[in-house]
């Protein structure tokens, strides 16, 4: 009987686990834009961030909705399609097992060492601090230092994920995915899959579309990137094995390019005309709502049919450039926030402040990446694969004292 119930855990036999190259190139596209999109936080009049420039305006926002409808909803999708593939590599236990100490440690490394810079520059900013870092950092590492009492909400009080969220629930989704892994691999639904694929295109695109807009609706939206970013999670890790919805994608591809382009001309008209006019009904929120949803999924399949159609040629350097993703994330946004608090008081006007981040944000990135592939020891803690080979008891001392360092960590994440 116990036999029969671990089949279910068994992936289908039409599953390849050979990774995509268009993919590849997807997921070093799509975290390098993060750091024109989070440059361009510092600058927007109406959207929240952890620091602000001097020079806030409400136009740049326009320019924003280019990428903030589909920008994380295409690094979901890449990385399911990423655990669909891993997942056929392993039995169960040791893919968890992994999983865990790739994800965790980098996110153990990234809240008490990496994230803390943000919170710095946060804390100058609204409450006038009046610490050096040193002071700061010392302070910091109290968990009941009451310097913090407004800053409360983390993993530990204090201690927050910030960008490093995605993290955080890049795990617990892959926990959720493995309880789901009889209902993601089942024949009912693979059938059901490829039959929706042989549908016209609309048909492909509404029966996608339906789930995001059924959450949408019963979601707050506070939290609503959590499960969206599930369901295209989901959707990455269930089509991915399926060849002929790439190529609908890329025969299609000037018709999607079309379709966001008008999509995003409407949300940027709906934004002004609705989101920010406080006489807007409650209809007209609602529509504006599931036009921003529609946009979400139509940008992600965009970016897919592009890639599919363009970026399907592999390069020697993109499995370095690939390799080095994960300590990219993981630096940009804190280098980000700590530039601009350098170049806060410096009057250098918005163009010249904004390239400067840019262009530092993607070389200090690139010079901490460089040094890390030096340094094999440090890499685990980035999420950075080691190609050095080791003592197999040594492996095991290293992951099992790690597995250990994260249980804490993991629980207060679940519970």
């Not at 992936?11 to 989070?38: C, I, K, M, N, Q």
């Not at 190529?247 to 379709?259: A, D, T």
């Not at 999420?383 to 008891?393: A, F």
Request: with cysteine; charged share 10%; aromatic share 16%.
């Amino acid at each position: 009987m116990l036999k029969n119930i671990s089949t279910l855990w068994q992936p289908p036999l039409t599953h390849s686990s050979s990774r995509l190259v268009e993919l590849d190139w997807l997921r070093v596209l799509a975290f390098g834009l993060l750091v024109f999109y989070h440059t361009g936080m510092l600058y927007t009049q109406n959207w929240g961030f952890h620091f602000k420039s001097t020079y806030l305006s409400s136009g740049i926002e326009n320019a924003m909705l280019l990428l903030s409808p589909w920008r994380m909803g295409l690094i979901w999708y890449i990385s399911g399609a990423a655990l669909s593939c891993l997942i056929q590599k392993s039995v169960i236990p040791s893919f968890l097992f992994s999983r865990t100490i790739k994800i965790l440690l980098p996110l153990f490394i990234g809240v008490w060492l990496i994230v803390p810079i943000q919170l710095y520059a946060q804390m100058h900013q609204e409450i006038g601090l009046d610490l050096n870092y040193f002071q700061f950092y010392l302070a910091f590492t109290d968990l009941s230092n009451p310097l913090f009492s407004q800053y409360q909400s983390g993993i530990w009080p204090h201690v927050d994920v910030n960008h490093l969220w995605y993290l955080r629930s890049l795990w617990e989704f892959t926990l959720l995915l493995v309880l789901l892994l009889p209902i993601l691999w089942s024949s009912w639904l693979q059938v059901a899959l490829e039959s929706l694929i042989k549908r016209a295109f609309i048909w492909v695109f509404l029966g996608l579309l339906v789930p995001l807009c059924v959450l949408k609706l019963s979601w707050p939206s506070e939290t609503f990137r959590y499960p969206m970013g599930l369901v295209f999670l989901i959707y990455g890790f269930l089509l991915t094995h399926h060849r002929a919805f790439f190529e609908k994608l890329s025969q299609n591809w000037h018709r999607l390019l079309g379709s966001f382009i008008v999509g995003y001309l409407l949300v940027v008209w709906g934004y002004q005309m609705i989101w920010l006019n406080d006489q807007s009904l409650q209809w007209q929120i609602t529509a504006m709502d599931m036009l921003y949803t529609a946009q979400r999924l139509l940008g992600v399949m965009t970016m897919l049919a592009l890639a599919a159609r363009f970026l399907k040629r592999p390069h020697r350097l993109l499995p370095r450039v690939n390799r080095l993703v994960f300590p990219f994330y993981i630096f940009h946004q804190s280098i980000i926030i700590a530039l601009a608090f350098w170049f806060h008081d410096m009057n250098l006007g918005a163009v010249a402040e904004a390239c400067l981040v840019v262009l530092g944000t993607f070389t200090l990135c690139a010079l901490l990446c460089v040094v890390l592939n030096y340094l094999p020891f440090m890499q685990p803690l980035f999420g950075i694969r080691v190609n050095k080979e080791y003592p197999r008891h040594l492996k095991i001392a290293g992951n099992t004292l790690m597995f250990i360092l994260l249980v804490p960590m993991a629980l207060n994440i679940l519970f």
